[in-house]
């Protein structure tokens, strides 16, 4: 009988074979050491350790970010750049959150050709990319990122576009999937464990912001407000006169004079009294704690009275109170409207028939996390669907499938501890509590009705 790890060597070797077949731009599956492929930053605030690990029940190896609250950066510089213009361009990779995600990134940026120059061992959050793409969670941010970097024609400079609306991040500590779909038509569709989640035209200024297209407009930021310009759509009427009956001294509320004090009014008690059973502690010191007073409860003998000390009369509302007088609003005859600059043409519009996309040269991942446990894995890059498809059911189907029963069997026995834990209560003493209480609380429904 084969054993266990001929077979995945055996399986891994038929990926690999359909993988070249297929003729992806860039795979990645972590299957050998990343070192010397793989260039960590050597910048000083990337102290995050990366290590070759194991996906947790598994065999399968991941590039897990392995200690918690740090900075990360490793990148991977591509043979030949990816071109983005022409044809259908497939971003795919694995991320599983092992220990969850609170608060970090664990997206990855498509970087683009850097300066004559540049060396690997520089890369931070600074360095340009193309797209930054993957899930994101931090406080109110629960997103999966798709930004696109994009160049003005007109002004030579890159301008961060954001997917609107894009899909949340899973919320559990399984494997998943995240591709994004390039289409020559413009289109970017955005899947999650190969589902569509988003679909989005790279055009269309519904679907990014900023859009992509300037408008082709803008406020003239040298135009000024003239300052007989009335915004005011109302205005007191000023041939409006106060009515002579119009008081504005009279009071909100006055005495109730027709109220009268109730029957069994303690005028001569007190709302409260010392309390009869405190006594002065032995330790009291006079001289250095002060006088000894005895606290104040509640007085018992106005409980049975309508009430205790001096009574007064209520307050009730004042039926001759108007406020304070304002003369009614009127149209106003000179109001011109809310005042605008106005519109001269946008000196960075520009048109185009498709993103002018920047080449992917390189493939880092630079984050700042507040969890460890992040395992990337299967990191992809390819002109067909299909190949993204095929490594997708090949990889990470079969190891979801095998999580989420793991994770079905957890939740099944954790449901049965919490029914043990009722069976040994009501297997306990306790049981004759509890059904004392409710024969008492039988009682209470059965006087509440009489």
Same mark, same amino acid.
């Given at each position: 009988?084969?054993?266990?790890?001929?077979?995945? =060597?055996?399986?891994? *070797?038929?990926?690999?074979?359909?993988?070249?077949?297929?003729?992806?731009?860039?795979?990645?599956?972590?299957? $050998?050491?990343?070192?010397?492929?793989?260039?960590? *930053?050597?910048?000083?605030?990337?102290?995050?350790?990366?290590?070759?690990?194991?996906?947790?029940?598994?065999?399968?190896? %991941?590039?897990?970010? *392995? $200690?918690?609250?740090?900075?990360? /950066?490793?990148?991977?510089?591509?043979?030949?750049?990816?071109?983005?213009?022409?044809?259908?361009?497939?971003?795919?990779?694995?991320?599983?959150?092992?220990?969850?995600?609170?608060?970090?990134?664990?997206?990855?940026?498509?970087?683009?050709?850097?300066?004559? %120059?540049?060396?690997?061992?520089?890369?931070?959050?600074?360095?340009?990319?193309?797209?930054?793409?993957?899930?994101?969670?931090?406080?109110?941010?629960?997103?999966?990122?798709?930004?696109?970097?994009?160049?003005?024609?007109?002004?030579?400079?890159?301008?961060?576009?954001?997917?609107?609306?894009?899909?949340?991040?899973?919320?559990?500590?399984?494997?998943?999937?995240?591709?994004?779909?390039?289409?020559?038509?413009?289109?970017?569709?955005?899947?999650?464990?190969?589902?569509?989640?988003?679909?989005?035209?790279?055009?269309?200024?519904?679907?990014?912001?900023?859009?992509?297209?300037?408008?082709?407009?803008?406020?003239?930021?040298?135009?000024?407000?003239? $300052?007989?310009?009335?915004?005011?759509?109302?205005?007191?009427?000023?041939?409006?006169?106060?009515?002579?009956?119009?008081?504005?001294?009279?009071?909100?509320?006055?005495?109730?004079?027709?109220?009268?004090?109730?029957?069994?009014?303690?005028?001569?008690?007190?709302?409260?009294?010392?309390?009869?059973?405190?006594?002065?502690?032995?330790?009291?010191?006079?001289?250095?704690?002060?006088?000894?007073?005895?606290?104040?409860?509640?007085?018992?003998?106005?409980?049975?009275?309508?009430?205790?000390?001096?009574?007064?009369?209520?307050?009730?509302?004042?039926?001759?109170?108007? %406020?304070?007088?304002?003369?009614? =609003?009127?149209?106003?005859?000179?109001?011109? %409207?809310?005042?605008?600059?106005?519109?001269?043409?946008?000196?960075?519009?520009?048109?185009?028939?498709?993103?002018?996309?920047?080449?992917?040269? /390189?493939?880092?991942?630079?984050?700042?996390?507040?969890?460890?446990?992040?395992?990337?894995?299967?990191?992809?890059? /390819?002109?067909?669907?299909?190949?993204?498809?095929?490594?997708?059911?090949?990889?990470?189907?079969?190891?979801?499938?095998?999580?989420? $029963?793991?994770?079905?069997?957890?939740?099944?026995?954790?449901?049965?501890?919490? =029914?043990?834990?009722?069976?040994?209560?009501?297997?306990?003493?306790?049981?004759?509590?509890?059904? =004392?209480?409710?024969?008492?609380?039988?009682?209470?429904?059965?006087?509440?009705?009489?």
């Amino acid at each position: 009988m084969m054993g266990g790890r001929a077979l995945l =060597l055996l399986l891994v *070797s038929a990926l690999l074979v359909q993988i070249r077949a297929s003729d992806p731009l860039l795979y990645e599956s972590f299957d $050998e050491d990343f070192e010397g492929r793989w260039v960590v *930053s050597k910048k000083d605030e990337y102290q995050g350790v990366w290590k070759r690990a194991k996906s947790d029940g598994h065999e399968d190896y %991941g590039l897990l970010v *392995s $200690e918690k609250a740090r900075k990360y /950066a490793i990148i991977k510089e591509l043979e030949e750049p990816v071109t983005l213009k022409d044809g259908t361009v497939v971003l795919q990779f694995e991320v599983r959150l092992q220990n969850g995600l609170e608060c970090g990134g664990a997206y990855i940026k498509y970087i683009r050709p850097q300066e004559a %120059g540049w060396d690997a061992k520089e890369f931070d959050n600074e360095t340009p990319y193309t797209i930054m793409f993957g899930p994101d969670k931090c406080g109110s941010t629960n997103k999966v990122h798709f930004i696109l970097k994009h160049k003005n024609p007109k002004t030579g400079k890159y301008v961060e576009h954001h997917l609107k609306f894009p899909p949340s991040v899973p919320y559990d500590k399984l494997s998943h999937v995240y591709t994004a779909i390039m289409k020559p038509d413009n289109e970017v569709r955005i899947l999650i464990d190969g589902e569509e989640k988003k679909k989005a035209n790279f055009l269309s200024a519904d679907d990014f912001e900023p859009a992509l297209i300037p408008s082709k407009t803008i406020p003239d930021p040298d135009d000024k407000k003239p $300052e007989d310009w009335d915004e005011r759509a109302k205005i007191p009427d000023p041939n409006a006169v106060k009515p002579d009956d119009w008081d504005e001294d009279a009071p909100m509320e006055i005495e109730d004079v027709e109220a009268t004090k109730p029957e069994g009014w303690l005028d001569d008690e007190p709302e409260e009294i010392d309390d009869p059973e405190a006594s002065k502690p032995e330790d009291w010191d006079d001289e250095e704690d002060g006088e000894w007073e005895a606290p104040k409860i509640d007085n018992p003998k106005c409980e049975e009275a309508p009430g205790c000390g001096e009574w007064k009369r209520p307050m009730k509302q004042n039926p001759a109170y108007k %406020g304070k007088w304002h003369a009614p =609003l009127i149209d106003n005859p000179n109001y011109k %409207g809310i005042w605008k600059p106005q519109e001269i043409p946008n000196p960075e519009y520009f048109e185009l028939d498709k993103p002018d996309f920047d080449p992917i040269a /390189a493939v880092g991942i630079e984050i700042w996390t507040m969890q460890d446990g992040i395992l990337f894995d299967n990191i992809l890059i /390819a002109d067909d669907e299909k190949v993204a498809t095929f490594i997708l059911e090949k990889t990470w189907k079969p190891k979801y499938e095998v999580e989420k $029963e793991k994770e079905k069997a957890e939740e099944a026995a954790a449901a049965a501890d919490g =029914l043990s834990e009722f069976q040994v209560i009501l297997s306990s003493g306790c049981l004759q509590s509890l059904l =004392l209480l409710i024969s008492l609380l039988d009682c209470v429904s059965i006087l509440s009705l009489t």
